[in-house]
């Protein structure tokens, strides 16, 4: 079988028999793979850390033709250990994963929507970013690196005064043609949705605004995701939650 070495991140890891872990790895060129790292989990193991949720680094992979592969070793490249310290933002990258994995199950390559999801994760661990402003622009670019970019030039009927986003249609809408789906907003969300949706995706947060402006960004930008990939996500919950405590 074949050894192969792919740079990726870890987006879910579980407990795998006596010691082991079972992880799911975000990989370039070969998209949401499952593997495990025996022993990872025993108090002497040298991989502990490194398999370990949000573990960014080259993964040396035997057998990646299997539905799981063997981790044979992994060169870390960075931990977000920032994240790891803060449970408001670990919720959210939870969140942020399993809304990736929704939308591309396994071993369906996406460099695209990896790139996205690492480039959360950064401005999360090492940038002062707003919470509502990464999870709104994570979630729009997401949605349409995954082929359900919405239309923000116009209304469908051809009416350019917008009055709001309907989730439902993926568009904005003038004040006649909008459903119960339908979500006002004002011009200054539309500029930034107009923005979000256009920009490269490297500088998908390189926008600025109000809590207020990225509170109303998020409401649209959830709401899109949860009805285009027809689940509901028990870690967003658990962020809310913790978001309120916190």
Known sequence: MAIITARGVIIRQSDYGDGNRMLSIFAEDYGIIKAVSYGAKKIKSKSGASTQFLCY???ELYAPGRDVSTVNSVSVKDGFSQIGEDIVKLALCTYFADAAYALLGENNPDNRILNIFLNALWALAHRS?????????YELKLMSAGGYMPNVSACSCGEKAI???DAAKGSVVCKKCGGADTI?????VYKALCYIIGCEDKRMLAFKGSEALYKALGQISERY???HTEQSFKSLDYYKLM????
Request: charge should be neutral; aromatic fraction near 8%; avoid cysteine.
């Open 57 to 59: 680094g080259d993964f």
């Open 129 to 137: 970013e707003s919470l509502d402003k990464v999870k709104a622009a």
């Open 163 to 165: 009055r709001g986003f």
């Open 243 to 246: 978001r309120n405590i916190a």
């Open 184 to 188: 006002l907003i004002n011009e200054a």
């Open 225 to 227: 995701v949860l009805v």
